[in-house]
């Protein structure tokens, strides 16, 4: 197997490639740094499917639609919440360490994490294409590594060990499996216990939940549906698919999926592809003004991203980077007293509860009651005394 280059895979401070300004799909910001959501922002997404007989459809009772799609509003506090309660962390530890050490820190905020991020999730369609993997790995280890950081900052855990970790775990999860070794060896500087070690916290922080709905699906059905329309060349229709698919992988790289259902976003690439044609299944379709609205919002997305500088800004994130290595949470480096205070605690709490556990079973062995007697002695024959039945030997035969 062929060895990735290093430069696929490097931290974003090493990187070469200038773009302009990151631009946040999932809200704007003022000029004081702080982001502003607006009132149509934060209107909840209706699904396209239609719920005329009460009914829930299949996407409604998946744990992604349950628990992974937000309002606009949702997404930005969740963000800033795990960002805040990160760095309230990260200054207690170092205040235990020394008082005031934690002043001159600059830590790194909810947007800059979000940057960050999003560079590793672009870097694994070049690792999905070393492994010849398919879409569904690639777009399932997208969602994995997103959702994380919904979660996690990148000041406990660097975005590059996740996303290696993202991409195994989405190998298996999708039936494309690969063996650790062969997958860490074909990965410059990278060892299986970097994937290893971080593999379970991965799982848990996506709650166990590792079914995901791709919006690439949803392409396919809408382009049969195009197919039938009146008046379509096949040859034409190709080539609009094949534009849909590519404006597809570019909305993975957006906030789409935690906003809008697959359907959406798949009809939102082919009003790229072609509006007039999407306008003509709209109708067929019988979709509202209202119901086209956020398919015309997800279209918008996806040409943000494709603009000049949409997509990353590499001067932010080599700054973002730089600084992370001076905010990282110290309770999570190997060798730092913080590490080794975090871990002794840890131990403590483990023996306690092994201790607390151990004592409970004593405990209920003593008041254990054999219901068959106690054991009796006949000569050298050791026997059960047998429980009182409630019969006389007057009874028997």
């Known amino acids: 197997m062929n060895h990735i280059k290093q430069e696929d895979i490097k931290p974003a401070l090493v990187q070469e490639e200038p773009k302009d300004a990151l631009s946040l799909s999932a809200a704007t910001l003022t000029t004081n740094g702080k982001k502003e959501v607006k009132k149509e922002d934060v209107d909840v997404v209706k699904p396209l499917v239609r719920e005329s007989d009460g009914r829930k459809s299949l996407w409604q009772g998946s744990s992604q639609y349950r628990h992974w799609m937000f309002s606009q509003e949702m997404l930005l506090k969740q963000r800033t919440h795990t960002n805040e309660t990160a760095v309230?962390?990260?200054?207690?530890?170092?205040?235990a360490e020394e008082t005031g050490s934690s002043n001159g820190i600059e830590f790194i905020?909810?947007?800059e994490e979000y940057a960050l991020v999003k560079l590793y999730v672009d870097k694994i369609s070049a690792?999905?294409?070393?492994?010849?993997?398919?879409e569904e790995v690639e777009a399932t280890a997208m969602t994995y590594l997103k959702r994380f950081y919904l979660k996690n900052t990148v000041m406990d855990w660097h975005p590059k060990n996740v996303m290696l970790t993202a991409l195994f775990l989405a190998a298996k999860t999708t039936n494309q499996p690969i063996s650790l070794d062969a997958y860490t060896s074909a990965i410059p500087k990278t060892s299986p216990s970097d994937v290893l070690d971080l593999e379970f916290l991965v799982a848990q922080s996506l709650s166990f939940e590792f079914a995901v709905w791709p919006a690439f699906r949803a392409v396919w059905g809408i382009w049969l549906d195009l197919q039938s329309l009146p008046d379509t060349r096949p040859e034409a229709i190709k080539d609009i698919l094949n534009a849909a698919r590519e404006h597809v992988r570019t909305a993975r790289l957006t906030d789409a999926e935690f906003l809008y259902p697959p359907s959406q976003i798949a009809a939102g690439a082919f009003w790229l592809a072609s509006e007039t044609l999407t306008e003509q299944w709209a109708k067929a379709k019988g979709l509202t003004a209202s119901e086209l609205e956020p398919i015309k919002e997800v279209a918008r997305m996806i040409e943000r991203e494709n603009e000049p500088g949409g997509r990353i800004n590499i001067e932010l994130v080599r700054d973002v980077d730089r600084r992370l290595r001076l905010c990282k949470n110290p309770e999570k480096i190997p060798g730092t007293n913080a590490y080794k205070r975090k871990q002794a605690a840890a131990e403590a709490a483990a023996n306690e509860k092994r201790a607390k556990k151990l004592a409970a079973e004593q405990q209920a062995g003593s008041m254990d009651v054999d219901v068959f007697g106690e054991k009796i002695f006949i000569g050298d024959v050791k026997q059960e005394a047998k429980p009182d039945l409630g019969f006389s030997s007057g009874d028997e035969d």
């Open 127 to 134: 690792l999905c294409d070393h492994f010849r993997w398919t």
């Open 109 to 111: 905020n909810a947007q």
């Open 88 to 95: 309230t962390a990260i200054k207690r530890a170092y205040e």
